[in-house]
C-alpha cells in the first residue's frame, strides 16, 4: 500500500538557531544543511535572510550545495524581506520563500499596531510578491494558537487566493493543548480541503510541542516544522526524531501515514547538532539521550538480553545508534578508509580538508587505542567547522597547580609572529583565560564552560565548549577546543571564541565600508 508522507520542515537552522547560546557560523550551517539532506528531510529552513549578511549568506551557500531538499528562507510580509529571501536562495534547485504575519488580537494590536484588514492585505502582498521568486510559497500565521478561528479562515482564504501553497498554524507561544491543537486543524482542514497542504509549528514551553503535532497529524496536518533535539526560541519546538520515530514506531496507529526520514541518520544528526552548538541533549532525552537505550535495573537487562523487544519498543539501530560506538579506525588505517568512514558520517570534505583531518586522526591514533565514529566528528568539527584563526596556539605550559600559584604561560601565533607571555589566576583555567586576554589584548568575560568526554576511556578526547563576551559588548560567542589533554582544549576553546569575535567583526566592519 502506498503511504501518505508527511512532510519534514527542519528549522534548527532558523528556529533552533534562536535558542540561547546555539548560534552558529556560515560553515557550521553547511555541515548541518549537507547532515539534513543525508537524513533526508523534506525541507530546510536555511535561515532568516533579511535579519544580518550572516545569515543571508548562509542561505546563499546551502542554496548553492543541497540538491534533493527543498531550501527555504523565513521572510517577514515585508517586501525587503521578501527581496533577501527570494535573492539568497536564488541557486537553490528547490526553493520556498516562507512569510509570515501575526494574526492573534494581542499581537495585532499591541506589536503590529494594525487592524485586521491591515494585516490581511499585507499577508497577500507578501504572498503575491514571494510568488514572483519562486511558486512554492508558504504562509504562517504567527501566534495561530491564541488567533480568532473566523480570522484565520478569513487570511488563510485571501493568501491561497494569492497563491500559497503551504499554510502555517504555529502555536508560537506552546499554549494549545493537544484536543485544542487537534480541534483546530481539523476546522481548518475541512475549510481549506485541498487547496494547500496545512501544517504545523508547535513551540515547546508546556512540554506539549510533540503531542501537539502528532495530533494534528492526525487531523490532516501534512507538514511538521521541528528541529533537531528540540532545539528553538525559549523551551524548544517539536523534536524532530520524536515525531519521526512516534509515526514509524506506532505504524500501526498512525495508519497509512510515513516521512521520508531516513531514521538511521536520526543519532548521528544529533551528535553534529550538539558537537557544533554545545547543547548536549538531556540524558533522559526521548530518542536521542544517552540513557534513551540505557537498561539499569536487573529485571530489566536480564528481560532485554533474552528477548530484546521485552524492554525495547526501538532498535538502537534504526536510529544509527548501533554504529556509533563501535570501534572504527585505528593507527594502520589509511587515507582511503579514513576518507570513505567521513564520507558515511556524512561530511563532505575538500582535498585540503581531508589531509588536515587525516593528519589530526594520525596523531590522534598515536595516542587513543580506539577511535570511535564520535572521535571522527570531533575532529571534524575542530579541524574543519573553522573561521579563519586569527590567533593560534603554539605552546602551553601550566604550573604544578596543588602547591604554587596558578599559572600558565603560552606561545600563541598572531599573523606569523610568536608571541609568548605568562599569568597567573584564581585556578589555571582562569590563569589561561587571563594569558590569552593579555596576548591578544582583548578582554574576555567567561560566560559558561562545558567539558564533555567525547567517547568512554581514561584516553577519552575531551571536549570543552565556552561562550565568552568580549570586550564588555555584546552578542556571546561559542568556542569549541578538542584535545586528549582538558587545559589544551580550554585554551582552544577561548581562542576559537575570540577567532569568531575577530572575523565577525572584520566582516561588520567591512560591511559598514560597503566592502561585502
Ligand atoms: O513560532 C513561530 O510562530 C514562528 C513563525 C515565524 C513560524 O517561528
Ligand atoms: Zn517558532
Wanted: net charge negative.
Amino acid at each position: 500500500m502506498n503511504k501518505e508522507i508527511v512532510k519534514i520542515f527542519d528549522t534548527t537552522l532558523r528556529d533552533g538557531e534562536q535558542s540561547p547560546g546555539a548560534s552558529m557560523n556560515i560553515e557550521e550551517k553547511i555541515q548541518i544543511a549537507i547532515g539534513l539532506q543525508k537524513l533526508n528531510v523534506d525541507i530546510i529552513e536555511a535561515g532568516f535572510a533579511a535579519a544580518s549578511v550572516g545569515d543571508f549568506e548562509a542561505i546563499e551557500n546551502i542554496s548553492k550545495v543541497i540538491e534533493t531538499s527543498t531550501v527555504c528562507s523565513l521572510a517577514r510580509a515585508l517586501g525587503r524581506d521578501i527581496k533577501a529571501a527570494g535573492d539568497a536562495i536564488a541557486h537553490a534547485k528547490h526553493k520556498r520563500i516562507h512569510t509570515f504575519i501575526a494574526t492573534s488580537a494581542i499581537h495585532m494590536k499591541y506589536k503590529l499596531k494594525m487592524s485586521p484588514d491591515q494585516v490581511i492585505q499585507k499577508a497577500v502582498e507578501a504572498v503575491s510578491y514571494a510568488k514572483t521568486f519562486t511558486d512554492d510559497v508558504e504562509f504562517s500565521c504567527e501566534d495561530a494558537g491564541r488567533s480568532e478561528m473566523s480570522f484565520l479562515k478569513e487570511i488563510l482564504d485571501a493568501v491561497i487566493e494569492a497563491g500559497a501553497t503551504t499554510l502555517n498554524i504555529p502555536d508560537t507561544v506552546g499554549y494549545r493543548l493537544p484536543a485544542e491543537m487537534g480541534k483546530m486543524i481539523k476546522e481548518l482542514h475541512d475549510f481549506v480541503s485541498n487547496r494547500a497542504i496545512l501544517s504545523v509549528h508547535c513551540h515547546n514551553d508546556l512540554g506539549l510541542a510533540v503531542a501537539n503535532s502528532l495530533e494534528c497529524i492526525q487531523n490532516g496536518a501534512r507538514q511538521i516544522e521541528c528541529t533537531v533535539n528540540g532545539l528553538g526560541e525559549r523551551a524548544g519546538n517539536a523534536a524532530m526524531e520524536e515525531i519521526v520515530m512516534a509515526l514509524k514506531t506506532r505504524a500501526d496507529f498512525f495508519k497509512g501515514l510515513d516521512t521520508n526520514i531516513n531514521t538511521k541518520e536520526i543519532y548521528p544528526m544529533s551528535r553534529l547538532i550538539a558537537n557544533i552548538t554545545g547543547i548536549v541533549p538531556q540524558p533522559n532525552k526521548a530518542i536521542v539521550g544517552k540513557n534513551a537505550f540505557a537498561h539499569e535495573s536487573g529485571i530489566h537487562q536480564d528481560g532485554v538480553l533474552k528477548h530484546q523487544e521485552t524492554y525495547e519498543i526501538i532498535k538502537p539501530e534504526d536510529i544509527g545508534l548501533n554504529n556509533a560506538n563501535t570501534i572504527v579506525l585505528g593507527k594502520l588505517s589509511g587515507r582511503h578508509a579514513f576518507k570513505e568512514k567521513i564520507e558515511s558520517l556524512g561530511y563532505r570534505l575538500s582535498k585540503e580538508e581531508l589531509d588536515q583531518s587525516f593528519g589530526r586522526f594520525k596523531l590522534l591514533a598515536d595516542k587513543k587505542k580506539e577511535i570511535f565514529d564520535d572521535d571522527l566528528r570531533a575532529i571534524i568539527s575542530d579541524e574543519i567547522i573553522k573561521i579563519p584563526k586569527a590567533f593560534e596556539l603554539v605552546n602551553l605550559q601550566i604550573s604544578d597547580c596543588m602547591t604554587g600559584v596558578p599559572s600558565a604561560a603560552m606561545s600563541i601565533r598572531y599573523k606569523e609572529k610568536e608571541i609568548t607571555d605568562a599569568g597567573i589566576g584564581n585556578g589555571t583555567m582562569d590563569a589561561i583565560f587571563k594569558t590569552i586576554d593579555r596576548i591578544s589584548d582583548i578582554n574576555g568575560e567567561l560566560k559558561d564552560y562545558k567539558v564533555t568526554a567525547v567517547t568512554k576511556g581514561k584516553d577519552a578526547l575531551a571536549k570543552v565548549t565556552v561562550k565568552v563576551s568580549f570586550d564588555h559588548a555584546l552578542p556571546v560567542f561559542t568556542g569549541h577546543g578538542l584535545s586528549i589533554d582538558t587545559m589544551i582544549a580550554s585554551a582552544k576553546a577561548y581562542i576559537n571564541a575570540l577567532n569568531t569575535y575577530i572575523f565577525e567583526k572584520e566582516n561588520r566592519n567591512k560591511r559598514d565600508r560597503g566592502g561585502i
